[in-house]
């Protein structure tokens, strides 16, 4: 008896511990986020500004691989709202991406709207951020999955991890700002300051106060997770006396590499590995732009401290050495470098065959405007065509095939080529607006190839584009035009990094690869928020598959009304 009762409490014990490791392994992770107005005070000027329960920058939001997540976020502000989960692939599930008008009308005031999703073969770094207006300029916050329970990082384990979120500060009010631009048919003034983890650092007046500072330990490891939420600059970022080994990049692992300083561009996450294996001491880490053209920028540096263990504060802190502002050689060469891990664990599976070949030129344009400054208003395309909002949310439109909402005829490449990346074109700048927003239809499970291409209508530039719904691999870039007859010769069909962000680089192209195989609307566009106002974006109508599986999820109950 004894004997089968131990059996018993074996068999009792053994599925205890299997229902803890399921439970372990899928947990439901809840957060309340109230979107409210609180009053901040940085650089010497006090102002109200849109918060996430009252914090700049917002809560991080933690989660395993696995998890599913619920966010009840109620807007007590006095501007719609609605948040995107940035690099989160929402499999089916469009309902929770978030960006206003493509996957849902916004969050009015007083009401709320629950975003729930599932984390599926994902883990890293990623962010989330307001999709509406310029609200990201202060509501936004990071998010980190961690791997499945007792699986390890690809990389030697850190002893601590560390957030740094990179933004932007302006002393006046963000939205009043872009109103008078528009009204003007003008770019809004630049930022104030850059920060780190919402504070400009020392550097700037009234910021002793101000300066996010991590304590270290000498001899230890640490894993800085680096999101860059600014919302117009690329920024190079380094620690004085201390090299980076890049681990991974939007939430994707990489074959490590060290390097003296990082580029991140807006909508981009980068983890690095630091030592803490130098003279004890305080040491700045250092956040500035990257602007290879003659464009006015916020060329200001935010510090942060990265503080050995028993140092005291009156230590002057050293600054590192930033590659200069305008070095697009470092770009080009650190972008170079990152090469997905492509292990048997985690591999890189590019499409090797291409069912769909799209080329997208991205300008700047001017179109006529009687009520602005100059009569005119400066613009921005994808193969000429600036995208018009529309007045409800697209996914719905597809999702109950509302007609009159959309048209899917957005061209596959430029009605004219020409010169791209020639002399600078100055005459002719007018761009296409349609009454209603033209989408490209995409079928299911197809393979896509899409080369975006710079042009120098009125001035070349980096442009960051992000895709929503999706990774993808980038599988080459280079400068000036794109000669679809030798540049494919030179892809990396091997181990291209896996993004959800990529710069485009300054008169020069990218090409990206996806498996459309997550229906739905999907939103592409220039991550630089003053390129995304005046229409430098399109979105994917994805097509259902024919499997129970492969068509886009019944919408929830409390989607906000249009």
């Known amino acids: 008896m004894a004997k089968q009762g131990k059996t018993v409490l074996f068999f009792l014990a053994l599925i205890i511990m299997i229902m803890f490791s399921l439970t372990a392994e899928a947990a439901v992770k809840k957060y309340e986020f109230d979107v409210q107005v609180k009053n901040i005070s940085r650089l010497c000027h006090a102002k109200p500004i849109v918060t996430v329960n009252g914090m700049f920058p917002g809560p991080t939001i933690y989660a395993r691989e696995g998890d599913t997540v619920l966010i009840n976020v109620t807007n007590h502000a006095q501007y719609n709202m609605s948040i995107h989960w940035h690099g989160l692939k929402q499999f089916r599930n469009g309902w929770a991406d978030g960006p206003a008008y493509i996957t849902q009308c916004p969050i009015q005031t007083g009401n709320s709207y629950t975003y729930a999703f599932n984390v599926t073969g994902q883990r890293g770094t990623l962010w989330w951020h307001a999709h509406i207006l310029w609200l990201r300029a202060t509501v936004y916050g990071a998010i980190v999955l961690m791997p499945k329970q007792g699986t390890p990082f690809p990389f030697p384990q850190p002893s601590q991890e560390v957030n740094l979120v990179l933004g932007e500060w302006w002393n006046t009010d963000v939205e009043e700002l872009v109103n008078q631009g528009n009204k003007l048919g003008l770019p809004p003034n630049m930022s104030d ?286 400068v000036g035009n794109f000669d679809p007859a030798k540049d494919p010769a030179k892809y990396n069909l091997v181990d291209p990094p896996e993004r959800n962000t990529v710069g485009v680089p300054t008169g020069g192209w990218t090409a990206i690869r996806f498996r459309a195989d997550n229906p739905g609307v999907w939103f592409m566009h220039c991550h630089l928020e003053l390129h995304t106002g005046w229409g430098l974006k399109v979105a994917f109508v994805v097509e259902d598959g024919k499997g129970p599986n492969e068509s886009v999820l019944p919408p929830p109950k409390d989607l906000p009304p249009c």
């Open 193 to 478: 300051a850059h920060t780190i983890n919402g504070k400009p650092g020392p550097l700037f007046p009234c910021s002793e106060k101000h300066t996010f500072v991590t304590e270290v330990e000498q001899g230890k490891s640490y894993l800085l997770r680096i999101v860059n939420a600014a919302l117009n600059d690329e920024l190079f970022f380094a620690l004085a006396g201390h090299n980076f080994t890049v681990v991974e990049i939007d939430a994707v692992y990489v074959k490590p590499f060290t390097t003296q300083a990082i580029l991140i561009a807006p909508g981009q996450t980068t983890n690095v590995l630091v030592q803490a294996d130098r003279v004890p001491g305080r040491y700045f880490m250092a956040a500035r732009p990257f602007q290879d053209v003659p464009i006015p920028v916020d060329n200001k540096t935010a510090t942060a401290i990265f503080q050995y263990k028993g140092i005291p504060n009156t230590v002057l802190p050293t600054m590192p050495q930033l590659p200069a502002s305008n070095d697009s050689s470092f770009a080009l060469s650190y972008n170079a470098k990152l090469k997905s891990l492509n292990s048997p664990q985690f591999p890189a599976n590019v499409p090797l065959n291409v069912d769909r070949h799209l080329f997208y030129t991205i300008g700047l344009g001017i179109n006529p405007c009687p009520t602005c400054l100059n009569g005119t208003r400066l613009t921005a395309s994808l193969n000429n065509i600036t995208f018009v909002m529309p007045k409800i949310g697209l996914l719905q439109a597809h999702y109950f095939n509302t007609k009159g909402v959309f048209k899917t005829d957005f061209p596959d490449r430029p009605a004219t080529p020409f010169n791209y990346t020639g002399a600078p074109l100055t005459a002719n700048l007018r761009t296409s607006l349609t009454p209603i927003p033209r989408l490209s239809k995409i079928a299911y499970n197809s393979t896509v190839e899409l080369v975006l291409q710079d042009t120098n209508l009125l001035s070349v530039e980096s442009h960051p584009f992000h895709l929503h719904g999706y990774n993808f691999f980038v599988v080459g870039t280079g």
